[in-house]
């Protein structure tokens, strides 16, 4: 069957994209040099006369913006939350699951921007917190004591792989399993399935963040909070009791959702653990791809599905079941 795949930017102010100038687009036969429209996933709008009325040319392409930072907290000895001041334009589009940002010291250079998950965005107050783990150059850079503004290159939204199932179940029960700074991007999700009237469980494990720093925020939002250790790092696989517990979660409890905040390791062993005791309860994750353009530009988000399709991750929703189900 063909895969349904569907670019993260169709339809938005940001399509036609750089892709549609060089015959590449994800999505439009047309833009892609064929000769015939074969729209398979139609998205409400018609990208090729998009591009057409646009004087056959790309639309304005994201720009860098500097952000003030008004607080910075320290959490644990890799872990900071920064609170940045954006516009109250930025601050919309970005509250919504799946949303990130490429940050960097406003005193570094382009290649220091780092992807960073957008935890929770205040549209009033025009501001994003971000949580940042910090590993190499880039976020050492992020961490500086004295630092006063970075900047900001975004919106971005394809932090989330299987979006459309985040978005689509309404009064049902999710398990959403973190690990780790993987708690930051959680937090949207949370926050999107409580406004469609689920009742969301959150399972926290600290891993190397040394710290449950997004707990408060569920709580805020009104999650049910379980701390549990998910994954065993010496075997690199869930631990047991997490896998007994999303067994009986979606077996007894009628959990229709379960999303997987942490390593690709983790969303694998979730992935297929479902697939092999309840292929109808729908799967969601954290993308931990290498993002360094994010608009499918520099390839070094590529991976493969499990038919072998190569798919550029930062530009490329569908359902994750196809990168780490491992074939059915
Ligand atoms: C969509 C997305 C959202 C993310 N959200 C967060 C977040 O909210 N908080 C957070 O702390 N981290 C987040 N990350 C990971 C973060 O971008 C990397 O940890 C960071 O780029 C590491 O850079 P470094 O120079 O400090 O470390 P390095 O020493 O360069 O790398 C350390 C680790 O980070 C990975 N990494 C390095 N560069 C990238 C990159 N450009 N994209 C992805 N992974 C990279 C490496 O594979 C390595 O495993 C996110 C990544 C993605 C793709
Ligand atoms: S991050 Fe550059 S192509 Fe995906």
């Known amino acids: 069957m063909q895969q349904v795949l569907n670019c993260i930017d169709a339809g938005t102010e940001y399509c036609p994209c750089f892709l549609a100038e060089t015959g590449e687009c994800l999505m439009c036969s047309q833009l892609q040099r064929k ?19 646009n004087r056959s040319q790309k639309k304005e392409h994201r720009k860098a913006l500097p952000g003030r930072i008004l607080k910075r907290e320290v959490i644990s000895d890799s872990v900071i939350i920064l609170k940045i001041q954006v516009n109250k334009t930025l601050a ?16 570094d250079p382009n290649y220091f921007d780092a992807p960073m998950s957008i935890m929770s965005a205040d549209e009033r107050e025009a501001s994003v917190d971000v949580a940042i783990q910090i590993k190499g150059v880039k976020t050492r850079a992020l961490d500086e004591f004295n630092i006063t503004e970075v900047s900001l290159r975004g919106p971005y939204w394809n932090g989330v792989l299987g979006l459309k199932y985040i978005k689509g179940v309404q009064e049902q029960k999710a398990l959403l399993v973190t690990r780790g700074i993987g708690q930051a991007p959680a937090v949207p999700v949370a926050k999107k399935l409580i406004l469609a009237g689920n009742s969301v469980e959150v399972i926290l494990d600290q891993g190397r963040a040394g710290a449950n720093f997004a707990e ?3 709580r ?13 790092l010496k075997t690199l696989t869930l631990t047991d009791e997490i896998k007994e517990y999303i067994r009986q979660s979606v077996l007894e409890n009628s959990i229709k959702l379960v ?29 931990g791809a290498s993002f360094c353009c994010g608009e499918g530009v520099c390839g070094s988000c590529h991976t493969r599905t499990t038919d072998g399709t190569r798919i550029k991750t930062c530009k490329t929703q569908l359902n994750p079941v196809e990168i780490f189900g491992g074939g059915r």
């Open 259 to 287: 999303y997987s905040s942490g390593s690709d390791k983790m969303h694998e062993g979730i992935c297929r653990l479902l697939l092999s005791t309840a292929p109808d309860v729908f799967f969601a994750c954290s993308n």
């Open 216 to 218: 408060k925020y569920f």
């Open 35 to 53: 000769t015939f429209c074969d729209c398979r996933n139609w998205n409400g709008v018609c990208i090729y006369q998009e591009y057409i009325s």
């Open 92 to 107: 919309r589009e970005l509250s919504q699951p799946g949303a990130y940002v490429f940050l960097k010291n406003i005193k």
């Open 220 to 232: 805020e939002l009104g999650c049910e909070i379980k701390i549990k250790p998910v994954f065993d």
